[in-house]
């Protein structure tokens, strides 16, 4: 399980009309704790009107010769997200979990990587995109990223350079849905627009790994396409940004189970709803368990069932032979059984 460490924020710099990239200083004590995979992120915890507040963003800068640097996009009626947007400063303290998450791109000398990004989906892709292109020599890259303008469009700028110094390295297919602009497509990315990437533009490029990040919605179509154009379920690679609404497939039992939670090595018993998550109710209960997003899409919440059962109301992260390992995600499973046992240490 990840902990948290206060760290000083360096700087913040608007990277869109409605985003800002926060980089944070390291301190050498601190610098093994937060080496991570391009792909990963960081939970951030603060106090926002006498209301603890944890967001998990992915982090955007490269693993080498970079600050430590998340980006935040300002989303309606979110609460942390207009905070980092217009009241917090340089020289502030947050409290930053160590990096996280199974979403990561290794890179390999020779190979070749296709990406599709919509939104604030761009910040882990980012991370990706400045790691294989500085730590090789050969390999290559192609993004596919979408968003309503360019006005609109984090890291505009900073992807415009990294494709002007390689040139033939980079490559960057633009998509607006509202504007209309030299040297993009029009509309959304959905079935055509991959279609159009890899059966036509690409079609001479075996792709060690596809990577999707962005709404659910699109990530779905995407996949989907991808494998109808017999490319293998191994080599995609995705992270929900946005995550649709979902409701158990029945009524929730109004029961009671009996709960155990191993914890940093301390064991908690007890008695839980059976129509609740059971992060909730270990919150509820004064625990200091591991969470971030609360909606399923993160993976900060893993926990591995010892005994009994739990039924997930939503998964979008964990494979079926994790699942059948005893793996949930705590912020969707809800107990099924008299009795249940969950470890969040073994994960």
Known sequence: MSDFHALTIQSIVKVASKAVAISFDIPASLSDKYN??????????????????????????APDNEPFTVAVKEVPNGTFSA??????????????????????????????????????????????IKAVLSSTQTSRFVLVYGNKTPDDTMFLETLQKIQANYPERFFIQWIFSQKQTKDSLFGRIEASIVNLIVKNKYKETDFAGYYLC???????????????????????????FTSAASTPDSAPSKGMTQLTILLDDDTFNIEIPQNKSVLESVLEAGIDAPFSCQGGVCSTCIARIKE??????????????????????????????????IDYDDV
């Open 36 to 61: 991570f995979v391009p792909g990963q992120y960081i939970t951030l915890k603060m106090q926002i009107d006498g209301k603890e507040v944890r967001r998990a963003y992915s982090i955007c800068s």
């Open 83 to 128: 905070y980092a947007n217009h009241q917090l400063q340089v020289g502030a303290r947050l409290d930053v979990a160590e990096p996280e998450g199974r979403f990561k791109l290794v890179a390999e000398e020779g190979k070749s990587y296709l990406a599709f990004a919509a939104g604030s989906g761009i910040t882990p892709i980012l991370s990706m």
């Open 214 to 240: 962005g709404p659910e919605a699109m990530i779905d179509e995407v996949r989907n396409t991808l494998i109808a154009q017999q490319i293998t379920q191994d080599k995609i690679h995705f992270e929900l």
């Open 308 to 341: 009994g059962n739990a039924v997930m109301v939503k998964n979008t992260i964990l494979t079926d032979g994790e699942i059948a390992e005893g793996l949930t995600l705590t912020c969707q499973a809800r107990p099924t059984s008299d009795t249940l046992s």
